[in-house]
């Protein structure tokens, strides 16, 4: 991997260093187990239906006129405001002013994104604005409760599908999985800390396309299975009320 290369991944990726596949094995006990909500049923991958949906669960929307705010203190509202708070973090395009102002209006500490947003400054300051990253959050828009406080703070993994342009090198799609900490500050959920992310924690597949394909039973169990070929279990995964497959 070139040294420009890992630059432009380390923006995906929320600033972990490198991207692998691994089985999410979470060890340890939990001071508060998660609230996933009122199932409605399976879909055909074996996740649990959610009612939360991708884009929505805010009564507003931030500056970037796309990012839903202003979210009710529950476990529910928590997902909901992690998933479309991922979409943001994820995406750097020609509107990105808007969204680095979204980015820190929705910041518990206004230095939580600031690797992230400096090094997007970076590199539309060289390259202009350009869509160089299109995030989606609701095709795949699976996510997994890891704990939740209503109220107070929520950890969950959240998924996207991200297409990248960047400069210099080929298209590609990504579909990953990372953890995302949000707090009940101010009447609202907020971002917290970006940077205790573990590989064990993470999901990733990168397709060498430059369109987002349908989600198969062939995509999910490839994204699913770790680098030794093992089936990474899928306990505790659930999918949105508005995903497309």
């Not at 090094?119 to 959050?137: N, R």
């Not at 396309?209 to 680098?227: G, H, M, N, Q, R």
Request: aromatic share 6%; glycine share 8%.
């Amino acid at each position: 991997m070139t040294r420009k290369r890992a630059l432009l991944i380390t923006v995906l990726v929320l600033l972990v260093a490198s991207v692998v596949t691994a089985s999410i094995m979470l060890s340890g006990k939990r001071a508060t187990e998660p609230s996933p909500g009122a199932s409605l049923g399976t879909n055909a991958e074996g996740f649990e239906i959610s009612p939360v949906k991708a884009g929505e669960g805010g009564t507003k929307l931030g500056p970037d006129g796309v990012t839903p705010i202003g979210y009710p203190p529950t476990c529910e509202g928590a997902y909901a405001a992690a998933i479309n708070y991922r979409r943001a973090i994820q995406t750097t395009d020609s509107k990105w002013a808007k969204t680095r102002e979204t980015l820190l209006l929705v910041s518990a500490d206004p230095t939580a994104l600031g690797s992230r947003i400096e090094i997007t400054d970076e590199l539309v300051k060289k390259y202009g604005l350009k869509d160089f990253v299109s995030a989606d959050v609701q095709t795949l828009g699976i996510f997994k409760p890891l704990n939740c406080e209503a109220g107070k703070i929520v950890r969950v993994i959240v998924s996207d599908i991200s297409t990248l342009r960047y400069p210099d090198t080929s298209p590609s799609v990504m579909l990953q999985a990372a953890p995302l900490e949000v707090l009940w500050q101010d009447g609202d959920w907020k971002l917290g800390s970006l940077t205790n992310i573990t590989a064990s924690e993470s999901l990733s597949l990168e397709l060498q396309t430059d369109t987002v394909p349908e989600v198969s039973k062939e995509i999910i169990d490839a994204l699913f299975t770790a680098d030794d070929g093992q089936a990474i279990s899928r306990e505790g995964w659930m999918v949105v009320n508005n995903a497309a497959h």
